[in-house]
C-alpha cells in the first residue's frame, strides 16, 4: 500500500483551511501533514514536516504567494497547487505562478453553500502533482528562441492545439517558436473564466510575432494569429464560410469534463479543414484531445504529440499515442521545428 500524500496548507483565510481540511477528509489517500496562515509559517513546516504538495493561496500577507513560489521553486522544489480566486487580479497573479513552475492553479469558490465541497476537485490536482516531476524555475525568453526562426516548409491552412496541466509553459515554448507569417492558430487551454483572458493577454506581451488574443465569436482566422478559447461555459470550434475560417463560441455542456474541450474544437477541425491542418496535443491530464486529435488524423491532418518525458502530466498525449492518432510524438522543446518541417498528408 502506497503511504498517503502529504500536504502543506498555506492559506491566511482561517474558512478556507478549513473548507480544504473537509473535502480532504474524504480522500484517504491524502493526509494535511500541516497548516500555515503565512509563509513565514509554511517555511518552518517546509523544514519539519518535508511535505510532497503545498496548496498555496497566492495573496497572503507578509508575502505574497508569488515570491514564497519564487522560493521554493529555487530553495526546495515541492509540487505547488496554487489556489486563486476568480477575479481579474487573482487571474493574472495565478498566470504568473504557473510560468514560475506551479504545478497548476485551483479557482477558490466565491461563495460556499452549506453542505457543499467548495474544494471539490482540488484532491485529484493533489494526486497528480505528487506523482509529476517539479518544474524548473525558469523563465523563458521568447525573443531568444525566434532568433532561430524559420519559414513553414508547407502551407498549412489551420493549425489547431490543446493542452491542459503544465500547459502555460508549453504553450509559451511552442507559440515562442513560431514566425510572423504562420497559419492561423487555434487553442484550447483548460482554464477558468478570466483565467484565458489573463494568459491570452501575457502571451500577447511576451511573444512579439504573433497576435495573441482570447478568441471572439465569429472572427476570420488570419495568418500570424493565435485565438485562444475561453474560460466559461462555451467551446470553441471554427467553420469555412466563404472560404476562410472563421470561430464559432457555442454554450453547451461539458465534453470529457471540459468546457472548452479540445476534442470538440479537434473534431471541428477535422471536419472543415482536414488534410489542410495540423493538430498538436500537449501535456495534460486526462483523455480530452485525444479522439479529436485521431479524428482529424484520419481526416488527412498532420498530428503532433508532446513526449512522456517532457510532459508534467502525460495523460492526453498519451492516449493519443496509444490511439495511434499522433503522426508524430515529439519532446517540447522539438515541436516547433517539428511542426514548420511537418509534410502535409
Known amino acids: 500500500m502506497e503511504k498517503p500524500i502529504k500536504v502543506l496548507v498555506v492559506d491566511d483565510s482561517r474558512t478556507a483551511r478549513a473548507l480544504i481540511r473537509r473535502s480532504f477528509a474524504q480522500h484517504p489517500d491524502i493526509v494535511i501533514c500541516g497548516e500555515a496562515a503565512n509563509p513565514i509559517e509554511a517555511r518552518d513546516l517546509i523544514i519539519k514536516d518535508q511535505p510532497d504538495v503545498i ?14 513560489l519564487d522560493k521554493i521553486m529555487r530553495l526546495r522544489p ?3 497547487v496554487m489556489v486563486s480566486g476568480l477575479t481579474a487580479r487573482g487571474a493574472d497573479i495565478a498566470i504568473t505562478a504557473l510560468q514560475m513552475g506551479a504545478f497548476d492553479c485551483f479557482p477558490k469558490p466565491l461563495s460556499v453553500t452549506p453542505g457543499d465541497d467548495a474544494f471539490a476537485g482540488l484532491a485529484r490536482l493533489v494526486r497528480q502533482a505528487a506523482h509529476s516531476p517539479v518544474a524548473k524555475f525558469q523563465r523563458n525568453d521568447p525573443a531568444s528562441a525566434q532568433q532561430h526562426q524559420k519559414a513553414w516548409s508547407h502551407d498549412f491552412r489551420l493549425v ?24 492561423p492558430i487555434v487553442v484550447c487551454q483548460h482554464m477558468p473564466a478570466l483565467f484565458t483572458a489573463s494568459f491570452a493577454n501575457r502571451l500577447n506581451q511576451k511573444i512579439e510575432a504573433l497576435s495573441i ?8 482566422l488570419l495568418p500570424g494569429m493565435v485565438r485562444i478559447a475561453p474560460g466559461g461555459d462555451r467551446h470553441m470550434s471554427v467553420e469555412r464560410r466563404d472560404g476562410q475560417y472563421v470561430t464559432r463560441l457555442l454554450k453547451a455542456a461539458p465534453v470529457n469534463g471540459h468546457c472548452p474541450s479540445v476534442d470538440v474544437l479537434f473534431d471541428s477541425v477535422a471536419e472543415y479543414a482536414g488534410n489542410h491542418a495540423m493538430g498538436i496535443i500537449l501535456t495534460g491530464m486526462g483523455q480530452d484531445g485525444a479522439e479529436g486529435l485521431l479524428a482529424m488524423h484520419r481526416a488527412g491532418a498532420w498530428t503532433i504529440a508532446q513526449d512522456r518525458a517532457s510532459s508534467v502530466v502525460y495523460g492526453m498525449p498519451r492516449v493519443a499515442a496509444e490511439l495511434g492518432a499522433a503522426s508524430q510524438i515529439v519532446p517540447l522543446d522539438q ?9 502535409i498528408r
Open 160 to 183: 489547431a492545439i490543446g493542452a491542459s496541466t503544465g500547459g502555460v509553459e508549453a504553450l509559451e515554448q511552442v507559440l515562442s517558436g513560431f514566425p510572423r507569417q504562420s497559419p
Open 55 to 68: 496548496t498555496l493561496d497566492v495573496e497572503m500577507p507578509s508575502m505574497n504567494g508569488l515570491q514564497f
Open 78 to 80: 515541492i509540487p505547488v
Open 335 to 343: 515541436i516547433s521545428a517539428a511542426a514548420m518541417n511537418a509534410p
Open 213 to 220: 488574443s482570447e478568441a471572439r465569436n465569429g472572427e476570420v
